[in-house]
Every structure is written in C-alpha cells, then in structure tokens.
C-alpha cells in the first residue's frame, strides 16, 4: 500500500476493484465501510455482487478479464468531461498525451460491449472517483492473478496519477497483501530476483524487467503476447531505492559484494527461478529438486495434474511445513517447522509496518523456526551460520538494507512497529509514499490496450467463464483452517455459484452436483444458486482439495510479473451423472 490503513476512515472517494475485503481483509473492509458511513463515494468493479456493493453508489459488474477495458474509459470519461488534475498532471507527471490518445477510443458505450456495464454507470463512476478531494483504490488478486496483470495495475496507476491521489493523504494504490507476513517475506528477499529491500542480484532495475521479457519470449508454452508497456512506474507495493552511481561497476555488482563481504561466500548474478518456471512445460527446463517451504502447490499451483505430475518425476522433494500436506505426500524428506505462535521474529503487514512478533507456546515435538532448520542445514554443508538469535539475523538485514531498516531496532519496534522506508534512528518511518515527489523523479502514464485472453475466451463448447474467490471461513488450502471443527462445521464443502437463470437452462436444482470441465481436466462439485454471480459467470474457491479447481486453471502468466491467470477459465458445465 502506498498509503495506511488508518487514514481509509477520511477518504472521499474509494474505487474497490477485484478485491472482497470484508471476506479476505476484514480489517481494511470494516474502514471501508467506517469511510462510507463518514460520507465517502464507494464504487465496487467486482464481476460478482459481493458484500461491499449493498453499499456501495456505484457496481461496476463487469465481465471477468476485461479489467483494462473498463480503466481505460474511466480514464476516457475524467478527460472528456475536464475533471483531471491538471496541476497535478503539469507538476508531477510525463506522457499524458500518449495517455489521452489511447484512451480516446474506449467509450462508455464501446466498453459497455466489452464489460457488459451500462455506459451510464462507468460515466457515473468517473465523475464521483475525479469529484472527490480524495480517490484511493483498493485492489487484490482479482486485478493481478491475469495473464495482464501488469497491464492491469497500469491502467489503475493512470487513474490515480490523472486525479492527482498518489503521494496525498486518503489516497494511493492500495494493494492489499494476502498473508499477514507476504509483505515480509519479499521485502526479505524471496523473491527469484532480488536480495532484501529489492537490491537487485544482477544487472539494474531498468534491465531486469527487459531480460524477463525476453526470456519469456523465447518461451512459447509461458508468453502470452505482449504489448510494449513501461513498466518502470508501476506503482506496486515495492519503493526504487535511491540508486547510487558506481564508477565501472552495476549497481547489482556493488550490492552482491557488499553481501558477499558479509557472508563470506561469492553470489552468484544468475537471477532465481519463479514457481511458473520450476515446474516448467518443457521437462528439460524444471526442476529435478525442489525445496518447498510454506506453500502446497499440489492443490495452490494452476494446472494441478501438471504439477503433481512433475512432484511425482523429480529426483529429490523436501517439503518443510507445520502439518502433512497433500504436497508432502510427494516429498522424500518432510521437516517440521514452528507455527507463528512457537518463534520470535517480525512480520511486515500490508502498510509496510515492521512488527514484532514473540513465542507465546514453545515448538511442539522436534519442530523448530524455519530460520533455524536452515542453519542446521547450512552448518551440513559446511557454511559459516552461527545466529543465536531472530534480533541478530534482524540488525544483520538493517544493517545490509539501510534504504528500508537502517532505522528500525527492535527497540523501536516494540510499541506499535515502523513502516518502511526507515533510513536512520531518528527517521519517524514512511506512512505515505511518494509524497511530493516520486522514487524516480516524475510519475509516467503508460499506455495500455485492452486484449483479450483468446486462450481462455468463451466458445461453443466452453460456453461460462469460470472465475475463482476466496470464502470467509477458510484459508487457501486448508492446512490449517481445515483443522478446525468450529470452521468445518460453517463450511466443509466447495458449493459453486452460478446464476439462477443459467441453472435453469442448465435444468439443476439446488441438490444437483455439476460437473465442471475446462480445456486441462474436470471436477465435480455441489452448486449453490444464486445472483451473485452474473448469468455465464460462475465462480468456485480453491479452498477443497476433493474440488481442486486448479486441475482447470491455464498456467499461462503475465509476462511481466509472471503471475499465472488465476481467475479466468473457459468451462463447460453438465449436471453430474450418478449421484
Ligand atoms: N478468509 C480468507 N481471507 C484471505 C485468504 C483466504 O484464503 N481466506 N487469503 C489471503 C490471500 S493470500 C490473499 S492474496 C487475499 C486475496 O484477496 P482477494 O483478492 O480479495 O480475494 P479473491 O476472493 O481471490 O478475489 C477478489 C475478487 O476478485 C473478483 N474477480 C474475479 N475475477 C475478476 C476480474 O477479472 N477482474 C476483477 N477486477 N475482479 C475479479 C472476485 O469476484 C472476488 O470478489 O486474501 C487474503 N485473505
Ligand atoms: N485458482 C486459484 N489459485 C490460487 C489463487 C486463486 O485466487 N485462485 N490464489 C493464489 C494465492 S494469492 C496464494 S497466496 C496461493 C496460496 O497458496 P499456498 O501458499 O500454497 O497455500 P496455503 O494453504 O496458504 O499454504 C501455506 C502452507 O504453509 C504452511 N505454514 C504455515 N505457517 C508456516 C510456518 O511458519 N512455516 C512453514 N514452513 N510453513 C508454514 C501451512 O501449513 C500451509 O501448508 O494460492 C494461489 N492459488
Ligand atoms: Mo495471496
């Protein structure tokens, strides 16, 4: 989030799009509805009716997949009816113009064919998201998880640079991150590309957006085409750090030396390997070993059959996790971790707030911090790891990361946590970002055009667009939410929705089990009917591993943030024979 979960109460106007708070973020959705309560405009883009719209003065209820489309003639409207921020557009900004060019063609009523939106309504969503002093957008995974993810968080980023809300109090792009500590874990590196606090392991910033590119290219089975987008103001939840200039060096040489001097070992400048990659179409190009660590892919991964196919084929699986999941099963070697309740350590939250956290119970049987099960391994190869403690770890990543934790001691971390950046001791840490200015100087519109996904479109035989959601009373796939009996009996079963009218063509009742094939496999489920979804849309979650919806899910990414299509599938949908 550019901006914090505090100041949502005094926004004047709040554009949520492909996010549920009140189901997945409660918190955030109680603010939301605090905010509205106070006076603020709420439009919901959701392709389903989901809670926040019984409030809500505009639903945007528009066809899964066709997110740009609909940004795109937002943008049309707030420039034909002169309600940008031309100061801020002057001031702060480049390539308005391209922006204007772009946009001019996607109508209300050119759109509306696309969306499925009355072109009233997008008029009317324009006007109250531009009139208000304040606009802020909530987004999640159903903007992100598409094979034009990127496009889509660009074609927000433009609505939020053309009203002036980035870098002001009640405004902002304001993702909402899924895990209480996924913030966290890229900030500290876990991500294939980048050592903690985003400090690059090869070439610079500007470069390693264009090597993926061109790798995924080359790649058939994973590129989608592209279209030419400057990625390098995509105003995700990462800052650019102040880039230092090197004579003779790249920035990422000078950041593995400095590691390297550290650690005592030489990095390597090979970037890592995203999931997508791992378990690659092309045999030759997966992995023949596999760490998994925090995660089941088994039921979490698109094109599940894949996986399990390619889990079943490698030479060596460790799996560490607090329970035996279905991913473990094909582990030759399982290494029981802590939960969050047995260790210390921080978490990031989704404002980019460093807290602490601190062992209440201690590790049940051998179990123990993930931190420590890779010392112990590190020791076996003969590393030199000797932490004796998280705090220590901790002043080592401040001390290697100064841009984001130079500030941030345990010390000061006890009362209520620090968000990043927090350069120095005195440094009261960073509630809004881009304030003034932004990390690379002026903020640049990008343009982007509406494509749609031929893969996953619609057809005679694959005649619904199956979307996915989460549901309030489970987590993901149900390792740990599966396990409670309080849960269980709220929800122990997947119940897909579908549209009253379509179960009418469809001849089934609320009793029948349907059968739901795409272009990879098939599942059978149970229905709930309901107009939730729109008639040809429905929706199922990931939650049940005897309804895994991945086995239907296309494993196509977004190029440039190589993140799978999640949340459109092409299916067919019968009544289920035999039960
Ligand atoms: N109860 C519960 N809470 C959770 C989780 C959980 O499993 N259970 N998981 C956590 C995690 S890791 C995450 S990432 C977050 C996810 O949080 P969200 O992104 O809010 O979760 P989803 O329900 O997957 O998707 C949000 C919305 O996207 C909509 N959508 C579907 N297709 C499209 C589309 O094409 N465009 C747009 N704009 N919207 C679309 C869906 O209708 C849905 O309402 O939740 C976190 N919180
Ligand atoms: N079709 C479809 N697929 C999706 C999505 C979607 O919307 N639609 N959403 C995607 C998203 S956003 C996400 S985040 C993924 C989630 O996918 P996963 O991360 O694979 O799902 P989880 O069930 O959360 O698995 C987390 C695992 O971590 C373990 N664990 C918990 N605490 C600890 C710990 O302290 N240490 C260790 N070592 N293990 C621990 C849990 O027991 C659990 O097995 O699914 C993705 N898949
Ligand atoms: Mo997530």
Redesign the pocket.
């Known amino acids: 989030m550019t901006n914090t979960v505090d100041e949502i109460t005094g926004t004047g106007a709040i554009l949520v799009i492909g996010s549920n708070p009140t189901e997945n973020h409660p918190i955030v959705g109680y603010r939301i509805r605090e905010a509205v309560r106070r006076g603020a405009k709420l439009i919901v883009a959701d392709p389903r009716h989901i809670p926040l719209v019984n409030i809500a003065d505009v639903h945007l209820q528009f066809k899964p997949g066709t997110d740009v489309a609909l940004c795109n003639a937002l943008a049309h409207v707030i420039i034909k009816e002169g309600l940008e921020d031309k100061e801020y557009i002057e001031n702060r900004t480049n390539g308005f113009e391209y922006l204007k060019e772009i946009v001019e063609s996607y109508t209300p009523e050119y759109v509306s064919s696309i969306t499925d939106v009355p072109a009233e309504d997008i008029r009317k969503a324009a006007r109250l998201f531009a009139g208000a002093e304040s606009a802020s957008i909530f987004y999640c995974?159903g903007v992100t998880?598409h094979t034009s993810g990127t496009e889509n968080v660009v074609a927000l980023t433009n609505l939020s640079l053309l009203t002036g809300n980035l870098g002001i109090l009640h405004g902002g792009m304001n993702p909402l991150r899924?895990?209480n500590n996924?913030q966290g874990a890229c900030d500290m590196g876990c991500l294939p590309n980048v050592l903690t606090g985003y400090q690059p392991v090869y070439g610079d910033r500007e470069t390693d957006t264009y090597w993926r590119r061109l790798k995924l290219e080359q790649d058939d089975s994973l590129a989608c085409s592209l279209q030419e987008i400057d990625t390098s103001e995509i105003i995700a939840d990462t800052v650019e750090f102040e880039r230092p200039v090197y004579k003779g060096m790249s920035v990422s040489e000078e950041i593995r030396n400095k590691f390297s001097r550290v650690w005592g070992v030489k990095l390597s400048d090979a970037p890592g390997r995203t999931s997508a990659e791992m378990f690659h179409h092309n045999p030759s190009r997966r992995n023949r070993v596999m760490y998994i660590?925090?995660?089941?892919?088994v039921?979490?991964?698109?094109d599940a059959k894949h996986v399990r196919e390619c889990l079943e084929e490698m030479d060596f699986v460790v799996v560490?996790?607090?329970?035996l999941?279905e991913?473990?099963q094909y582990a030759d070697v399982v290494?029981p971790?802590?939960?969050?309740a047995e260790?210390d350590g921080t978490f990031t939250n989704t404002e980019r707030r460093a807290q602490r956290i601190r062992r209440a119970v201690s590790p049940q049987g051998n179990s123990k911090?993930?931190w420590e099960?890779f010392q112990l391994l590190a020791q076996r190869f003969n590393l030199n790891w000797n932490y004796s403690s998280s705090k220590e770890i901790w002043d080592e990543v401040r001390m290697l990361t100064p841009h984001y934790y130079g500030g941030m001691s345990y010390e000061r971390l006890e009362k209520e946590g620090l968000q990043w950046p927090c350069p120095a001791e005195d440094h009261p840490g960073t509630p809004i970002m881009h304030k003034g200015k932004f990390s690379r100087g002026i903020g640049q519109f990008s343009t982007v055009d509406y494509r749609p996904w031929a893969a996953e479109s619609t057809s005679e035989e694959y005649p619904f667009t199956l979307t996915?959601?989460?549901k309030l009373y489970h987590?993901?796939?149900?390792?740990?939410t599966g396990k409670s009996e309080g849960l269980n009996y709220l929800l122990n079963e997947e119940f897909m929705e579908i549209n009253p009218l379509d179960a009418q063509k469809l001849q089934l009742t609320a009793d029948d089990r349907v059968k739901v094939t795409s272009r990879r496999g098939s599942v059978e489920t149970k229905i709930q009917i309901t107009d939730r979804v729109p008639p040809g849309v429905v929706c199922?979650?990931?939650h049940f591993a005897e309804t895994a919806?991945?086995l239907?899910?296309n494993p196509a990414v977004c190029n440039l943030s190589v993140v799978?299509g999640?949340?459109v599938a092409a299916v067919h949908i019968e009544k289920a024979q035999g039960i």
């Open positions: 995974m998880q899924g895990q996924v660590m925090g995660e089941n892919p039921i979490s991964d698109p560490q996790d607090i329970f999941t991913t473990a290494l971790a802590a939960s969050f260790k911090p993930d099960i996915t959601a989460r987590y993901h796939t149900r390792t740990m199922m979650s990931f919806v991945n239907l899910i799978a999640l949340k």
